[in-house]
């Protein structure tokens, strides 16, 4: 049988040519060592494909910077670019207030080019146009693919799909359309999973009752939503649609370093890892085996319980949720600040 196709989408920051690829590999690599899975190399296993629209971003980003050396004339520039007067004022006066080497400060642009301008929408073209190939060959290969996305990513994954899967299409078309009734992607996972907060800018569709779902008119077969209950990207507007069919909602509960939505970490919790290689690979891990992989993880986190550390950042994470989509936004960079403060605290004392 053809080796199943795993596409993978990043998030927001900058990243090079193969990183997301890698950075999904070992974590599940390192994960499979710890269950005792003697050599397993997930690269041999699957065929990865990147998406990247950084570089697109990145770009953009530079020419606004020549025009604009600092973050507060950045934004404001923008108002000729397709954002609005409120939004800029907002964005600016948070942004004027912040300390630059703050946590995501910098990177949140990507959001605001994303969600809130017209670049947008040629970054869903682009991802269309790959999953509509991707989606080719699987017919002809006889192929699974399966879709990994990762924070901001999952917002484009989303969109994207909301867009490319309709009723009574023909793949071969000129413009990407996949008809519903007809093709299925194999399984989502989404990690870290921002796409209703983005939706707030974008009113693309409402990922909470969109065809972008496991269930019987949903355009994928299995769909995974992974949190880290300590990860302030998941926070605010958070992704609580029920999965009735095939998939679940996977949270982890583990703290191993300060950047709690690192990639990687997310691949590596035993309870992700175990999912994927066997939703994915067909590949079962025993009890024994899990229970093995859970202690040598665990072994690597914080010296705190998971009570103490939910003690902790309760009042960061039950705050009121923000309703206007600005306040939104900021919202979670105050608290994603606010947590790298504490969590840096209390990994200096462990």
């Not at 600005?326 to 462990?350: G, H, N, P, Y």
């Amino acid at each position: 049988m053809n080796k199943p196709m795993v596409l993978v989408i990043h998030g927001i920051g900058t990243h090079k040519p193969g990183e997301t690829k890698k950075a999904i590999a070992d974590g599940l690599n390192q994960a499979a060592k710890n269950f005792g899975l003697s050599d397993f190399d997930v690269n041999d296993k699957v065929e990865f494909f990147q998406f990247n629209y950084s570089d697109f971003l990145d770009e953009i980003r530079l020419k606004d910077a020549k025009k604009a050396g600092e973050l507060v004339d950045h934004l404001s520039l923008l108002k000729g670019r397709g954002l609005g007067e409120k939004a800029a004022s907002e964005l600016v006066e948070f942004f004027s207030e912040a300390d630059e080497d703050k946590f995501f400060n910098t990177h949140w642009l990507d959001v605001i080019y994303y969600g809130l301008m017209f670049w947008g929408e040629n970054i869903r073209v682009d991802l269309a146009k790959k999953i509509n190939d991707l989606m080719i060959e699987r017919e002809q290969g006889n192929r699974k693919l399966h879709i990994v996305a990762h924070s901001l990513g999952t917002a484009v994954l989303h969109d994207t799909l909301a867009k490319l899967f309709r009723k009574d299409t023909d793949i071969t078309s000129k413009v990407p359309h996949l008809d519903v009734d007809r093709f299925k992607i194999d399984s989502i996972w989404t990690v870290a999973n921002v796409s209703r907060l983005v939706n707030l800018l974008n009113d693309i569709a409402d990922p909470n009752e969109s065809i972008v779902s496991c269930d019987s008119d949903g355009c994928t077969s299995e769909f995974y939503n992974i949190k880290n209950e300590f990860d302030p990207f998941t926070w605010f507007k958070e992704y609580k649609r029920p999965i009735n069919q095939s998939g679940r909602h996977i949270t982890v509960k583990t703290v191993r370093e300060i950047d709690t939505h690192d990639l990687k970490e997310y691949m590596e919790a035993p309870i992700v890892a175990e999912a994927f290689l066997s939703n994915v690979l067909n590949i079962s891990v025993t009890d024994e085996q899990y229970a093995q992989g859970t202690t040598k993880h665990a072994s690597t986190s914080i010296n705190y319980s998971y009570k103490q550390l939910k003690a902790t950042f309760d009042n960061l994470h039950q705050q009121n949720e923000p309703m206007d989509k600005f306040k939104a936004i900021l919202a979670i960079v105050e608290a994603a600040d606010s947590f790298q403060e504490k969590i840096t605290d209390m990994m200096d004392q462990a």
